[in-house]
């Protein structure tokens, strides 16, 4: 996806917790680890609803906002459409599953970082720390879960 406004970030970033809920949500059930296929299922229900979170800054952020164009932002390279759904989620442990999705949310994290350091328009500036906000407190909440999933 070619991203060129706010929308288009928001529209990338909804779609891209929905690909890993669906691929991850695929993967719990050909997983031959108990434990692994728990998390990714748990992980999977994590995404679809940062999905459906997402999808309400795209219907209630500013209009003009979401049409700003972001090439004066310098838009590094997003993140791949994740690799995650390449299968390897199948074999993966629970240890390297956590370790893959954290890494996947720093990505996302890093990007809003990025964008939130050039962004000049006050309005565009809050709803960039508002989205990472929003993807921090999961990734923390989701760290918490996994943590007492660790501990069983």
């Known amino acids: 996806?070619?991203?060129?406004?706010f929308a288009d970030l928001?529209?990338?970033?909804?779609?891209?917790?929905?690909?890993?809920?669906r691929c991850l949500?695929?993967?719990?059930?050909?997983?031959?680890?108990e434990r692994a296929s728990a998390l990714l299922d748990y992980i999977s229900t994590h995404e679809?609803?940062?999905?459906?979170?997402?999808?309400?800054?795209?219907?209630?952020a500013d209009k003009n906002v979401?049409?700003?164009?972001?090439?004066?932002?310098?838009?590094h390279k997003p993140i791949e459409r994740n690799s995650a759904c390449d299968n390897r989620y199948n074999t993966l442990d629970f240890d390297?599953?956590?370790?893959?999705?954290?890494?996947?949310?720093?990505?996302?994290?890093?990007?809003?970082?990025?964008?939130?350091g050039k962004?000049?328009?006050?309005e565009a500036k809050s709803l960039l720390v508002d989205l990472r906000s929003l993807e921090q407190h999961e990734a923390m909440r989701m760290a918490s879960q996994i943590g007492r999933m660790n501990d069983l």
Do not use: C
């Open 1 to 5: 996806m070619d991203i060129k406004t």
């Open 10 to 21: 928001i529209d990338w970033t909804r779609q891209l917790h929905a690909h890993l809920a």
């Open 25 to 33: 949500q695929a993967s719990a059930q050909k997983n031959q680890s």
């Open 48 to 60: 679809s609803l940062l999905e459906r979170a997402v999808a309400e800054y795209e219907k209630q």
């Open 66 to 75: 979401m049409q700003t164009r972001l090439y004066d932002y310098g838009v």
């Open 96 to 116: 390297s599953i956590a370790r893959d999705i954290f890494s996947f949310h720093d990505q996302v994290m890093a990007l809003y970082d990025a964008l939130i």
């Open 119 to 122: 962004a000049e328009i006050p």
